[in-house]
């Protein structure tokens, strides 16, 4: 077996083709809240938190009003954006409900707490939280035992609501 990646690396920010730029955008900024850092000529833009460089990179050099691959293609299943805790992400859920944004699914995986959506393009996201590792659910032998059970969306609002 080889030796493991170095713990330090992580994931630093993603970039998506989109076929409406403003349409993304909007969406990026006018739902999720993320900050415009920086456009790059018509076709691109970069979106942060936290005044990043760019956690989300958004282009329509090769895209530009085209469409979602189809289902049954290969290609990214979602991108993870992880909130910093439980109230943030109940604001992002606040946020889907006020845009009228559709969510695909919520689950508690034990680990984490996560909402599944598809942004306007048909990309996937995935907002979710963290638990503590403390508090991650493992078995008899000490191994991460992950689950997928409903998350309570009332539960979570209501964190919203206390803000």
Same mark, same amino acid.
């Given at each position: 077996?080889?030796?493991?990646?170095?713990?330090?690396?992580?994931?630093?920010?993603?970039?998506?083709?989109?076929?409406?730029?403003?349409?993304?955008?909007?969406?990026?900024?006018?739902?999720?809240?993320?900050?415009?850092?920086?456009?790059? &000529?018509?076709?691109?833009?970069? *979106? =942060?938190?936290?005044? @990043?460089? #760019?956690?989300?990179?958004? +282009?329509?050099? %090769?895209?530009?009003?085209?469409?979602?691959?189809?289902?049954?293609?290969?290609?990214?299943?979602?991108?993870?954006?992880?909130?910093?805790?439980?109230?943030?992400?109940?604001?992002?859920?606040?946020?889907?409900?006020?845009?009228?944004?559709?969510?695909? &699914?919520?689950?508690?995986?034990? *680990? =984490?707490?996560?909402? @599944?959506? #598809?942004?306007?393009?048909? +990309?996937?996201? %995935?907002?979710?939280?963290?638990?503590?590792?403390?508090?991650?659910?493992?078995?008899?032998?000490?191994?991460?035992?992950?689950?997928?059970?409903?998350?309570?969306?009332?539960?979570?609002?209501?964190?919203?609501?206390?803000?």
């Amino acid at each position: 077996m080889s030796k493991p990646i170095h713990p330090g690396v992580r994931i630093g920010h993603v970039h998506l083709k989109v076929a409406d730029l403003e349409r993304a955008l909007a969406f990026y900024c006018g739902v999720l809240g993320f900050e415009l850092t920086q456009r790059y &000529g018509p076709g691109a833009a970069f *979106v =942060s938190a936290g005044g @990043y460089h #760019h956690h989300i990179g958004l +282009n329509t050099w %090769e895209s530009r009003g085209g469409k979602a691959p189809p289902r049954g293609s290969t290609g990214l299943y979602h991108v993870a954006i992880l909130y910093p805790d439980r109230k943030s992400l109940a604001d992002a859920l606040r946020r889907l409900i006020e845009h009228k944004v559709p969510l695909d &699914g919520a689950a508690d995986h034990g *680990v =984490s707490e996560a909402l @599944y959506l #598809h942004d306007p393009d048909g +990309n996937g996201l %995935e907002l979710y939280v963290d638990r503590d590792p403390s508090e991650w659910p493992r078995d008899e032998k000490g191994e991460l035992s992950m689950t997928t059970d409903p998350l309570d969306l009332d539960a979570l609002l209501a964190e919203a609501a206390s803000q």
